[in-house]
């Protein structure tokens, strides 16, 4: 069995051209499919007006014309028949014959065919690090997961001795890996920028001395980020994720400074400063959407008026009834608006100014290997967060919850149990997962948001899932267009 294979844009449309024989009773689609294989394997959806049909183990997108559709929609309707039911005459349609020498050819597959066989192509090592460079913040979101900077302790800033001994930690830890990721995170790591630039330097030293390469990330509200700071990330080619709200309004009814003074002019002033002195690369401008502005796409359109044409927008995780917790209440009007998004940004394309849309791109070309679509981001077993103290945690989310401190950053991990639990948690082990159509592209969701919503990381958060389906038909219909 191969492995999944790249997203493919293919026609299954047919005008009914004359002369076009009809194949006789002897033949047929050599499929006996099962309502169970057709709801896992081919995914039949509308956007923008167009049909189409996704098949989820060849990668192969249809679109379909009402012939192809009718098609599928009978063998939907009368599953595990020797060939569709409701077509007419005696033998099979164009449509129908075009599906068999599809399936033959392996563009479209039978969608009771199990999932390929999964040998993981590496040991489960450590090789990201988020380093909690600062758990004290100079904003105080009201959405904060983090407890406005401090992760519900007390506020601190990390001691460049302990970023130190996480990367000691890192590269002992993961084996022969040679590629590393470690990601500045707060709080706000512009608050310790001294010891961000010590441990990228024990980091160079690092990677001579043990022949490994680290790829250093920042996140960052940008509200103090200055030209020696931009220089600093620059010089060493550090991807940066900068953080912004979107239109003003939005972002200063919930993005204050500490004094709660508003923020927006100068964050967006910073960030342009910044963007255009990496001109425009490796970065993006990530904003969080709740059910304040639940017309983010208004957003996304601001900031890309601003110039940004790498953007990122997360719906909130709150589960405390306020006026900003996303409900499934809000669902349709969130899937309305993502489709105004997808509108938009073809007409950003078609007037050569295209925009990258992080959550839309699929990124074919380059996709996750099979191993890293079943298990996800790897939190707790390939990558893990460290606190100012040098604790070891599954991911920044799970920090301060004490009953998932794996160790620390000296004696290394010792909490094997918990490690165990993480890495064994994939699209096969997690509550529904495995016969849903997105499980390639959603790797079962986010761990953390599992165990807020349900108490376990093996039960995802259902809005999640119904929100990254929709943002995935978003990006096939994308991809269609290209």
Request: glycine residues 10%; charged residues 25%.
């Amino acid at each position: 069995m191969p492995d999944i294979l790249p997203v493919r844009v293919q026609d299954f449309m047919h005008s009914g051209e004359p002369g076009v024989p009809q194949i006789g009773d002897n033949h047929s689609l050599g499929i006996r499919p099962t309502s169970e294989g057709l709801k896992r394997n081919w995914h039949r959806f509308t956007a923008g007006g167009t049909d189409f049909l996704y098949d989820v183990l060849s990668g192969s997108l249809h679109v379909l014309d009402s012939e192809a559709g009718g098609l599928v929609d009978s063998i939907a309707s009368n599953p595990e028949n020797g060939r569709p039911a409701g077509l007419p005459g005696a033998g099979m349609t164009e449509a129908s014959y075009e599906m068999a020498r599809m399936l033959e050819e392996g563009t479209l597959t039978d969608p009771d065919t199990p999932d390929p066989e999964v040998g993981w192509t590496h040991e489960r090592v450590v090789k990201a690090l988020c380093l909690h460079i600062s758990h004290d913040c100079d904003m105080r979101c009201a959405y904060c997961f983090a407890g406005q900077g401090g992760f519900g302790g007390q506020r601190k800033l990390m001691d460049a001795k302990v970023g130190k001994a996480g990367l000691d930690f890192l590269v002992k830890a993961c084996g022969d890996v040679r590629h590393l990721e470690v990601d500045f995170f707060g709080g706000e790591p512009l608050m310790n920028m001294g010891a961000v630039k010590e441990v990228v330097s024990y980091g160079k030293e690092l990677e001579a001395k043990h022949g490994k390469s680290i790829n250093f990330t920042l996140t960052t509200n940008v509200l103090t980020m200055d030209d020696d700071t931009a220089r600093f990330l620059n010089e060493n080619a550090m991807a940066t994720v900068l953080s912004m709200d979107g239109r003003p309004e939005v972002h200063d009814r919930v993005r204050r400074a500490g004094d709660g003074s508003i923020t927006s002019g100068k964050v967006l002033q910073n960030m342009k400063r910044f963007v255009d002195s990496r001109n425009g690369e490796n970065y993006y401008a990530r904003g969080t959407y709740t059910a304040l502005n639940l017309d983010f796409s208004k957003d996304v359109k601001f900031m890309a008026d601003e110039g940004f044409d790498r953007i990122s927008f997360e719906p909130v995780v709150l589960f405390d009834n306020t006026p900003m917790e996303i409900k499934e209440e809000h669902l349709p009007e969130i899937f309305a608006e993502y489709d105004r998004l997808v509108d938009f940004m073809l007409e950003r394309r078609s007037k050569g100014k295209p925009i990258l849309f992080f959550h839309f791109d699929m990124n074919v070309a380059k996709g996750p290997c099979l191993a890293k679509r079943l298990s996800g981001c790897g939190a707790g077993a390939d990558y893990v967060a460290v606190t100012p103290e040098g604790d070891i945690y599954p991911c920044h989310q799970f920090v301060g919850k004490t009953d998932f401190k794996l160790g620390d950053v000296w004696k290394g991990i010792d909490n094997v149990e918990c490690v165990k639990k993480f890495s064994d948690a994939n699209i096969y082990t997690k509550s529904g997962c495995k016969d849903c159509w997105a499980r390639f592209f959603c790797s079962g969701g986010c761990h953390a948001n599992a165990f807020s919503s349900n108490g376990s990381i093996l039960k995802p958060y259902k809005l999640a899932c119904e929100i990254t389906k929709k943002r995935l038909e978003c990006a096939l219909r994308l991809q269609a267009d290209l």
